[in-house]
């Protein structure tokens, strides 16, 4: 399908739209201040050895120095001879890693990869086993193994991993081929093999010329992983607002993916390049929980801890013909809504998909035949399941990254999530409790309520017999303060 790639970049923040048709189908941010450190690789200078603890600590040119542990000095090639000689039935011997006092010396230049980033006041954590990523594989150039994730099914996997050791060949390095290569083609695998092992050689290159505490390698950023992962044969254009990054983006192809240069522009028309396709008001929609359709009905898409529910409503749509006929329609549109709005707000995990039920067989297959088709323009592996005994569409999608919703918002100070809050005559009904507890553990001369205008309001007129009745029991005067910053719920009594 054609396909063109939007960028939009300002230092503090990368925006990517990928449209199809005219409309948007993925959105990706990236904000400068929220990339870490995982995965970048340095050339360390041992500060400290540490024979009691087994590690050491590596000076990265960070604030904080690394700590790297024995364990992740330990050569990657004799561990997976214990494996292999597990896997045949031996019984090994326990390899113990040689002591970390024996291996490294203060002062020394070593190669390291971050593992976890530096939290608090703990440096980053490091290992000399370094492993690069790729859009399909892992490349493990200090190993020789050739690996298939655990994932992909027991009969492909050997099948896998025989395609993936003959276009691998004798240069050396190890591979793991990841869940979403398994249907990648022989061209699409090479490709990804001469873009790792290329990015290996400039880091070898880069460690002989910088001194100890350089970057060697730092995780692509979301342009690049853009033009990596996302890019193919049938984006027709790329097109960036920024002349900085549009000549960084155009040597990164030059060197990696030279089929992709001459689809990259840069954008220098007047108005902002997102307003081209209206992205900014795609992004807030992809945000609500209500999705409106064409034909008058509409989508409610609700994202839990466990899993996300679409609900399919007929809202206005009241059809031309009959009631089946209309909920088929309704269903249909749905579909291909659906599968547009997983990729928009990049919805992984469980969904569950409440279609308006439907009573003849044949509506049901088409629905879900074209929601399967909807489904395979989609870069991220998808598994439907098919329709429940209750008449739910089960699925999953791999969860690659954090849903848009996640990335971009957070939980509301005043319903901390819930999505409702307690009403102001509840809030008064706590409130008068709370003054008869405080009441009977203290003695002041006056209670006073602090609380939002809604409930101050509401005890001045319909609530002030109850307050006037409590304050006559208790045998002290409550007096009321309005406070506008207020949210509903919350209030404070402050014993006067």
């Not at 009905?297 to 013909?321: C, H, I, K, P, S």
């Not at 405080?438 to 109850?466: G, K």
Request: aromatic share 6%.
């Amino acid at each position: 399908m054609p396909q063109e790639i939007l960028i939009n970049w300002s230092p503090q923040e990368s925006r990517v739209a990928v449209v199809e048709h005219g409309a948007v189908q993925e959105l990706h941010v990236e904000r400068s201040l929220e990339r870490g450190l995982v995965g970048n690789v340095y050339l360390g200078k041992v500060v400290r050895v540490l024979p009691g603890m087994q590690s050491a600590f590596i000076d990265i040119g960070l604030d904080r120095t690394g700590f790297l542990h024995v364990a992740d000095l330990m050569s990657s090639i004799n561990q997976r001879h214990a494996e292999n000689e597990a896997a045949k039935g031996h019984a090994p011997a326990v390899s113990q890693p040689e002591p970390i006092e024996r291996q490294l010396f203060v002062g020394q230049a070593v190669m390291v990869q971050v593992l976890k980033d530096p939290i608090g006041t703990k440096g980053a954590r490091l290992t000399a086993q370094i492993s690069i990523a790729g859009r399909l594989l892992v490349f493990l150039p200090q190993d020789q193994h050739i690996g298939v994730s655990q994932k992909i099914a027991p009969k492909q996997r050997e099948e896998l991993r025989e395609r993936l050791q003959a276009l691998a060949g004798e240069a050396g390095g190890g591979f793991i081929l990841r869940t979403n290569a398994e249907d990648a083609s022989d061209a699409q695998l090479g490709e990804d093999i001469f873009y790792l092992r290329k990015t290996w050689t400039r880091i070898k290159e880069a460690s002989l010329r910088l001194p100890p505490g350089s970057v060697l390698h730092q995780d692509l950023n979301l342009l690049q992983r853009v033009l990596r992962d996302v890019a193919s044969e049938a984006t027709q254009s790329i097109r960036v607002d920024s002349r900085e990054q549009f000549e960084q983006l155009k040597a990164f192809a030059e060197e990696f993916m030279p089929a992709t240069r001459s689809k990259i522009q840069l954008y220098t028309g007047e108005r902002p390049i997102f307003d081209l396709f209206n992205i900014d008001e795609e992004i807030a929609r992809a945000l609500g929980r209500r999705v409106e359709l064409k034909s008058g009905g509409y989508l409610v898409v609700d994202q839990t801890e466990a899993l996300t529910t679409v609900d399919v409503n007929t809202g206005g749509f009241v059809g031309a013909r009959n009631l089946e006929e209309t909920i088929f329609k309704t269903n249909l549109e749905a579909a291909q809504a659906i599968a547009r709005q997983l990729r928009l707000r990049n919805l992984g995990g469980i969904v569950i998909v409440d279609f308006i039920d439907m009573l003849r067989d044949n509506h049901r297959e088409t629905v879900l035949a074209e929601f399967k088709k909807q489904l395979e323009r989609d870069r991220i592996k998808t598994t439907v399941n098919g329709f429940s005994a209750l008449g739910l569409l089960e699925m999953t999608r791999k969860r690659t990254r954090e849903s848009l919703s996640h990335q971009l918002c957070e939980p509301c100070s005043v319903c901390t999530g819930k999505g409702i809050v307690k009403t102001a005559r509840s809030v008064s009904y706590d409130i008068l409790r709370e003054i008869l507890r405080e009441a009977r553990q203290f003695n002041p001369r006056e209670f006073r309520v602090v609380a939002s205008p809604q409930v101050i309001e509401l005890f001045l007129d319909e609530e002030s017999q109850h307050l006037a009745g409590l304050s006559e029991f208790i045998g002290k005067p409550i007096s009321l303060q309005s406070e506008a910053a207020m949210a509903q719920e919350h209030y404070d009594i402050v014993l006067l």
